[in-house]
Structure formats: structure tokens, C-alpha cells
């Protein structure tokens, strides 16, 4: 189960596809291995006493999705929007926090995230779930401690890159297929056609009054929905590089 849910948040084909990929979980929750930056503060933090909560993801209407060319252009204020959205997402270089992950079925996990740009990433789940997910610029791995088994991937090949690029206007450097805006949120949803994968989206969604990263979903080829809701950010920390290291001898290949 923890590995279907891995491979829905990363939107890549499930196992019987000719590539997969799958997602994140646990570790000890180590804030050490968390070290102030001595560099010049970046985006602002978003940490604060009302963010200690864990907050209750929006999971999206599941028949949203429609035909991308309905989308065909976008009016002043969309544009508008998806460029403050890729402005935040460009003056990132690091960014930790908490999440509360929802799986295609409901279930609902927690645990710590850390990202360092460009393509950097780690998710630790809270325990029982045996499964890290590491990313190191150039490949995901998915980790079963347990079994002592790691799964590669081609980090090309999930749509979770694009919060990992060091820029990016989503405009020109995605295909957009559609820009909303609420009360709440401003959501950015991008297509993405492989060949032997399959379509996957991504849906941003960033808060309208302080303009930080709220949540995202990850729509699998198949269709399943995982979203990921984050809290407690902090852009002003620098993470320790190991934590992207990943160990290409100490664990077996699992069978395909």
C-alpha cells in the first residue's frame, strides 16, 4: 500500500508500466541535520505558532481534469498569477517544513520534507512506513529499509521536478493548462504527456495573501490523485547535503 501511494504522489505509471516511479516516507525526525544558513536570507519563512497544526489538505473535485485545449489562452490576470507563482517558486533555494500527505484511497500520512534547489529533495514519513524517497539532482529512489530494497528512477520522469527547478516561468517552461484563483489559493495546473508513461498533473496551489506554497496534487496516469499539504516552512535554513546522498551499493534492486 505505502508503495502505490509513493508511486501516485510522483505521477509515474505503476509498476506494471514500462517505467515507474514512487514516492516518500520515514526517518527519524532529525532537526539537527537542519543548520542556519550563513547566506544571505531568500524567500521569506513562513513559520508561526498557528502553522504547528497540521493543516486538512483540499482535496480537489476528482472530475476537474478536462480536455487542455479548452484552455487555449489565458487572460491578463491568469498570467498575472501564474507569474507570481513562478516568481515564489523561483526565489526558493532551500525549503523545510512539515506535510500531511492524502493517498489516492484517503489515507492519510504524515512527516518532514526537505528541499534544496536545483532537484534536490527528501520526504521522511513518520514511522510505522518504512520507505524514504530521495532525490539527488538527477535520480529518485524509492527505499524500502525494511526489505532492504531501493527502486531508481529518472528524476525527468516525475512532474515534482518542476518545484525543484532552480527557475522557472510555468508559462513558457511547462504546458498550463490552467490558472485559478479563489479567496484562498492561487492553483496552477500543469499537463504532462510521455509516450510510454502516460499523462500526469500537477496542481500548485499558493496562499493569495502570503504567497507560499500551500499544497500540491499529483494525478497518476491512472488517474489517482495524491495530494500533499505542507506547513511550518522555513526558506532560511540550510539543509546538510548528505541527506540527498543516495547509497547505490548498500541496497538490493528490488525485482521489477
Known sequence: MALAIAVSLVGVAGPSAAQTVPVPKPAPKGRDRVQLSAETPRAPST????????????????????PANIFASFDANQKAQAARVSAYLSSLQTLVGNFVQVGPDGTKTKGDFYIQKPGKVRFEYDPPTPIDIIADGTTLVVRDRNLATQDNY???????????????????????????ADDL???????????LIGTSRLMLMVGVKDGQLKQWTVTDPQGYDTTVAVYNLDSTKKVDPGLFKIDFTRYDRSPG
Not at 513559520?47 to 478536462?66: E, K, L, S
Not at 525527468?156 to 511547462?174: A, E, G, H, N, V
Not at 489559493?185 to 509516450?195: C, G, H, L, N
Request: charged share 20%; hydrophobic share 35%; glycine share 2%.
Open 47 to 66: 513559520t508561526g505558532a498557528a502553522q504547528n497544526v497540521p493543516p486538512n489538505p483540499v482535496i480537489p473535485d476528482p472530475h476537474r481534469n478536462v
Open 185 to 195: 489559493y492561487i492553483s496552477v495546473t500543469i499537463e504532462e504527456k510521455q509516450a
Open 154 to 180: 529518472p528524476l525527468s520522469q516525475t512532474p515534482l521536478r518542476f518545484l525543484l527547478s532552480d527557475r522557472i516561468d510555468l508559462l513558457k517552461d511547462t504546458n498550463v493548462v490552467s490558472v485559478t
